[in-house]
């Protein structure tokens, strides 16, 4: 693991039992929604987080910002352990990491003024900003993020999609943080709003030096922000590289047919890739293949791949582009 990482994951895990009776519960299986997850992210670059839905994305999200607890496994954020910390302890860490909601509709109070919303973690954190000067620090937040200071008054309904994923962020940057995680913020919004949050956020990082870690399904959206990628399937990572490595020479059969479906997989000046079409339907986590868990879908699955489980790792070209492919 590299020590100049401010945010880290080792052998992270989250397992959710299921029970079965009301009075006397027994335990009758386990969820593996993520399942021994290594990553990594320093000041100022953005980690793409990509899989389908379903595969553990957003509840790794919730595990690296403390919303949920990991069943085994740990974190570390700016050197210290995050999820052993507990209380008023934890209430602190959290201002060093904060969470862009997917949806701008729904995380937002629409009781509140978007004034208060983004004050709202001053409030929670009163060390950070004097009470006179909030108001001030809230303007300021809303023209970072490309708002009018005087639309503060107004209520979350009178914004676009795309405005209030703005009061998201501007929310997320009140209090200075180190780590943004944004889960699939931009999956809501229409294509060209899309564009518009990505260049925020290039635009935002570049300002402030902060790290990111951007979650998403579409691979084209995570190529024009991410200056890494993880692929992630059934709670597993299965491949991980720069961004340049993973899009022009993918080696998990995974990756080669998300990225065979995807809008850029033809593009102009470009070699067409192969469509990829994959068969049958993605595995329950509650009962995941033996071995490789993607063998099921495989066109070059093996006996091996039934009976040994791949690591994660680099078994040639370049340094730091790690697959867990028996065939890769």
């Not at 880290?8 to 009075?23: F, N």
């Not at 987080?49 to 919730?62: I, M, Q, W, Y």
């Not at 402030?208 to 579409?218: E, R």
């Amino acid at each position: 693991m590299n020590a100049d990482a401010v945010l880290q994951a080792r052998e992270l895990v989250r397992h959710i039992p299921v029970t079965r009776g009301v009075l006397f519960k027994r335990t009758i299986g386990t969820i593996k929604v993520v399942d021994g997850v290594d990553l990594e992210v320093c000041r100022g670059e953005t980690l793409g987080l990509v899989g389908e839905s379903g595969c553990g994305k957003s509840t790794l999200a919730n595990l690296l910002v403390a919303l949920d607890k990991p069943t085994a496994g740990r974190i570390t954020l700016l050197g210290e352990r995050l999820d052993t910390k507990r209380g008023r302890r934890l209430a602190a860490a959290r201002k060093h990491i904060q969470l862009v909601f997917q949806d701008p509709f729904s995380s937002l109070d629409p009781r509140m003024r978007v004034g208060e919303i983004i004050r709202e973690p001053l409030v929670v954190h009163p060390e950070l900003v004097p009470k006179a000067d909030r108001p001030a620090r809230v303007r300021e937040l809303m023209r970072l993020v490309g708002l009018n200071p005087e639309h503060a008054d107004r209520r979350p309904h009178q914004f676009s999609g795309g405005q209030r994923q703005r009061i998201g962020i501007a929310r997320a940057l009140a209090v200075q943080p180190d780590v943004l995680v944004c889960d699939e913020s931009v999956s809501a919004l229409d294509v060209s709003v899309q564009g518009q949050i990505l260049n925020l956020l290039e635009d935002l990082q570049e300002r402030l030096g902060i790290a990111c870690v951007f979650i998403s399904h579409d691979l084209a959206v995570v190529e024009h922000i991410a200056d890494r990628i993880a692929v992630m399937y059934l709670g597993k990572i299965i491949e991980h590289g720069t961004a340049q490595e993973v899009y022009d020479h993918p080696r998990h059969p995974y990756t080669q047919a998300l990225l065979s479906a995807g809008p850029g997989a033809t593009a102009p000046g470009t070699a067409p890739r192969d469509r990829i079409k994959l068969t049958g339907e993605v595995p329950s986590p509650l009962d995941p293949p033996s071995g490789c868990t993607f063998r099921t879908r495989c066109w070059k699955a093996a006996e091996i791949c039934a009976r040994e489980t791949p690591p994660l790792r680099a078994p040639d070209g370049p340094a730091g582009h790690e697959v867990a492919c028996h065939f890769a």
